[in-house]
């Protein structure tokens, strides 16, 4: 039987990324929800979604009832909460876009309303099932490392992406959306913990928004980038835009629902200078974990660097693991043997094939043949760490995690 999905959200994740997925392997979209008309029309019209199966607000499409065999969740990060209650009081499962909520309060809220439900809720922590990631908790599982002691993990987030997503984009600002730590890190942080293995226990941080303020726009920079005369700005929206494949994120971002890349840069938030000071999130933060199994994680999310990627360490008693992972490589020292190997692991796709991965496992689980990815609790660590670490960075403490 094809499983009936219905996409709530349809922006890039929802609609270009789960959407594309699932009809891949065999799913059917057969409802769609955004509250931007242009959006609903082009994404239902990929899938065959008639008229009377699209939905401007979640509330029409949950007031049918239960249609569909599951439900994807990917609005904007402060309404994720109500379509996911909504969801579960009618026994759907449910794949809930990350970060889940924006308050520690509605963590439970969730856990508590799955548990009254026959329903079950997948966060897309994409990077568990991607095979650079798998590999590495192949090498863990196997022992080569002994006794794991400490991790140490870096989010590279590259200065043009910083620029388009925290600067210009959805994740700008917190309140509404998500903090930087939980909208960029909580697949981070999931990863952590499931390579401790343990559930965690404190957390201190440091971090602020060091750079992108107005007091460093360059003598002579303008509002726009189109007009700016300044040579060399290292976040000129032409250079991060114009320079890409029109046909792929970024630059889809700005042309969804069939609005010109010029009139995106001259008209939208894509095209502002970032040092007009709308933004106020973290460019770069420091997060020290103490797991109870005794582990400790550092991680180091940063806009400055010049590639996007993972770079990792796995310190054990008899070995260390370092990993690249947009190189998709690893390299293993064994201190008994004095020995060392470097290999590449195959992997192509969004998030190092981790989107691919996570859906082939979702719809797995949905038809029956394995249980969910990871359970909701675990899953919720993350966020539990993002917010204990908040609190750490504003008040200069250390925080347990609550």
Known sequence: MTLRV??????????????????????????VVDARAARLTEVAARHAVPPERQFRTPDAFFALGRVADAVVIATPDDQHVKPCLQALALGYDVLLEKPVCLTEADLDLL?????????????????????????????????????????????????????????????????????????????????????????????????????????????????????????????????????????????????????????????????????LGKNDVVDHQAVTIRFQNGVTAQLTVSAFTHNNTRTLKLLGTHGELRGHMDRHELELHDFRTGQSQRWTVEASGNHGGGDDGLIQAWLASLRGHMPPPTPLSESLDSHRMAFAAERARQRGTVEEVC
């Open 6 to 31: 219905a996409i709530v959200g349809a922006g890039n994740r929802g609609g270009d990324v789960y959407a594309r997925l699932l009809a891949g392997h065999g799913a059917q979209v057969t409802h």
């Open 111 to 275: 856990q508590a309303a799955e548990a009254a439900s026959t329903g079950r809720v997948t966060v897309c922590h994409v990077l568990r099932a991607a095979p650079f990631f798998r590999e590495v908790r192949r090498v863990l599982d196997s022992g080569a490392l002994g006794t794991l002691i400490g991790i140490q993990h870096a989010e590279n987030v590259a200065h043009w992406h910083y620029a388009h997503s925290y600067v210009r984009g959805n994740w700008r600002a917190s309140p509404p959306t998500a903090p930087f730590l939980l909208a960029k890190s909580c697949h981070d942080l999931d990863l952590l913990r499931a390579f401790a293995g343990s559930p965690p226990e404190r957390v201190t941080s440091e971090g602020t928004l060091h750079h992108f303020r107005p007091e460093h726009a360059p003598p002579g920079a303008t509002d726009c980038c189109v007009t700016c005369p300044v040579q060399g700005c290292p976040s000129d929206a032409r250079r991060i835009y114009l320079t890409r494949d029109p046909h792929t994120w970024p630059v889809t971002v700005l042309t969804a629902g069939g609005i010109s890349l010029q009139d995106a840069l001259e008209h939208g938030p894509y095209g502002e200078c970032v040092y």
